[in-house]
């Protein structure tokens, strides 16, 4: 019996200007900088001879804005679904870098005492769930031929983990899952034969 192949591109998005270096988490109008845009051009470029028959993207700015060059070339529309989207963190809007904004804050640390679901956002098995649902669904929709996902670094390394059989708490620092980076997905029929990882823009 003939198996459909299918492969599944799940990408992070290009770097996001962000002057206040804060965390924008799901807060709108924050855009890929000029850096993010090469990089999304330089994905777009590599997939540009593959097989791309769907786009899809999260509903946030950076996210469709990483998708627009692939879709372009290859003259398809952009797809939205909402459960691509940033995790929830209890610190968005805020400095969240070592050493000031709001670690600092004695208040705060309450949402740091359990790392492993994590307490100061989404629940890690919450964000796997909507990930492998949509991961799905862009597989149903490019059947045989190959499709293409942008989303966020933690969505994106979650989902990873989920399809590999890996506990889904971890070092932020040790995700594999950098900027513009593409994470791929191979399935025989609805069964994921394998994966690889790309840095295709460099790091």
């Known amino acids: 019996m003939t198996q459909t192949k299918t492969v599944v591109h799940v990408m992070r998005h290009g770097e996001v200007h962000n002057p206040e270096q804060i965390l924008y988490g799901r807060l709108p109008d924050y855009h890929l900088s000029d850096r993010g845009r090469v990089q999304a051009q330089a994905v777009a470029d590599w997939l540009a001879h593959r097989d791309i028959t769907h ?35 209890v610190f968005q809007g805020e400095r969240v870098s070592p050493g000031d904004g709001a670690l600092r804050n004695p208040r705060n640390w309450w949402h ?11 629940p890690y098995a919450e ?3 909507r990930m492998m649902r949509a991961l799905h669904r862009a597989r149903a929709d490019a059947a045989g031929h190959e499709g293409v996902c942008v989303s966020h670094q933690l969505p994106v390394e979650t989902l990873r ?3 590999t059989d890996k506990a889904l708490h971890h070092f932020p620092t040790r995700r594999m899952c ?7 997905f191979y399935f025989h029929d609805d069964v994921c034969v394998g994966w690889g990882y790309a840095e295709l823009a460099g790091k």
């Not at 005492?113 to 994590?118: E, G, I, K, L």
């Not at 950098?178 to 791929?184: D, I, K, M, Q, R």
């Open 112 to 122: 740091l005492r359990n790392p492993r679901t994590p307490s100061w956002g989404e």
């Open 55 to 89: 786009v899809v993207a999260s509903p946030l700015e950076r996210a469709q804005e990483t998708a627009a060059p692939i879709a372009a070339r290859h003259g398809l529309s952009i797809n939205t679904d909402d459960e691509l989207i940033e995790s929830e963190n």
């Open 161 to 163: 983990r989920a399809m």
């Open 178 to 184: 950098n900027l513009a980076s593409v994470t791929s």
């Open 127 to 129: 964000i796997a769930a």
